[in-house]
């Protein structure tokens, strides 16, 4: 198989392909810690997991920087990362990388006199974060809103999911609403809405909340903002990306007093919402449950997108995959109906341990969350994973000894 190859990801159930060696022993605990990006899916979908398999998962998030350092130094028998260890130089050994789920970034703001999403171009999020627009009447976020935009509307179907509790035996059947898909794995549009955006932006100034710990999502969100402005501008977004969001603006953020820094994704959401004029970044269930305003992003093909799972599958879909599981993203491909804030994240473990129970619960936690979580609560906005990318998750998680 290519070093390097196409990935295609579909918001889709799949059945549980991972057969163990060493089975699972029922009552395992498992501790993890790592990306706060996760923490829905996995507090929603682990209770699940817990009664169907007696297993028991404490996930203590902490950021992806935390999750690798406590991965690396045998604190924990799993993490949960956004981002690959950097320089590769720093991977503990024996690591394996799990692509286990996929969602957006969503950029949330607090503007309670605006009524209707918001519209915003890389080019102006790359001023908006490295300091150059600080009041949301600037001309530059006026332009992005008084204009025609084109959205995607993405087909849908019920599917049946079922659940089984190990001790009681009863059997519990929900029906979900997915992305439809096409016969190659991929999300449908329907149809595309265009119309005429005319939307006032007060006069308030802009607080950006921005990760103040190591982590994941600040590091593919600096990486969009690089990668979506280098060829139009690369001046707006010159630092390459890193997972601590200071390191990586244009300018220094100290004599900026806008800026405020919070540690996970629930504190930063917390201080957009108790901030009018606040934005952030995101996992979009924080977004969502907050009740805040999610951005409409322009992708490189024009449209106006807003996040979802199965704009996301599309623009991760665009990407390509290394050997050992890690994505790289194309943010100036043309894809329609992609949301080009998408990204993978990463389960990770080792090949090897001393317990072999535990590493066999490791492998079954990855697997359930591969093949069961994102299509269990699609409403949290997260992307299960089929296609390329989904197989070789599957051999990733095969290595898990």
Known sequence: MNSRKRLALVAIATSALFVSTTPAIAGTTLNGSGATFAA???????????????????????????????????????????????PKSTEPTNLIYAPIYAAPIAIMYNLPT?????????????????????????????????????????????????????????????????????????????????????????????????????????????????????????????????????????????????????????????????TVGGISYSELSFATDAKLGVAHILNAAGEWVAPSSAATTLFVGGGSIADDGIVTYDYNKKIPGAYPLGVVSYGLAGSSGTDSGIQASVAQWFTYVLDKCATKYPEKGFAQISGPLYEKAKERISKIK
């Open 40 to 86: 829905p899916l996995i507090d929603a979908c682990r209770v699940d997991y817990e009664k169907e398999t007696g297993n028991q998962i404490n996930y203590a998030g902490g950021g992806s920087g935390k999750g690798r350092n406590d991965f690396k130094a045998g604190l924990v028998p799993f993490a949960g990362s956004d981002a690959a260890y950097s």
């Open 114 to 274: 605006v009524k209707e999403s918001i519209y915003l171009s890389p080019a102006t999020l790359a001023k908006i974060f490295g300091g150059a627009i600080t009041n949301w009447n600037h001309p530059d976020i006026a332009k992005d809103n008084e204009r025609t935009v084109k959205t995607p509307i993405f087909a849908t179907k019920q599917v049946k999911v079922t659940s089984i509790d190990k001790k009681t035996k009863k059997k519990t059947t929900t029906t979900r609403t997915v992305p439809d898909l096409d016969s190659n794995g991929q999300a449908k549009i329907a149809s595309y809405s265009t119309k005429t955006v005319n939307i006032d932006l007060p006069d308030q100034a802009i607080t950006v909340w921005y990760r103040s710990e190591s982590s994941g999502t600040s590091e593919n969100f600096a990486g969009f903002l690089k990668g979506a402005n280098e060829v139009s501008n690369p001046t707006l977004w010159p630092k390459n990306k890193n997972g601590t969001f200071a390191n990586t603006t244009p300018k220094s953020l100290v004599n900026y007093f806008n800026f405020q820094g919070a540690s996970g994704s629930a504190a930063v959401t917390a201080g957009v919402a108790k």
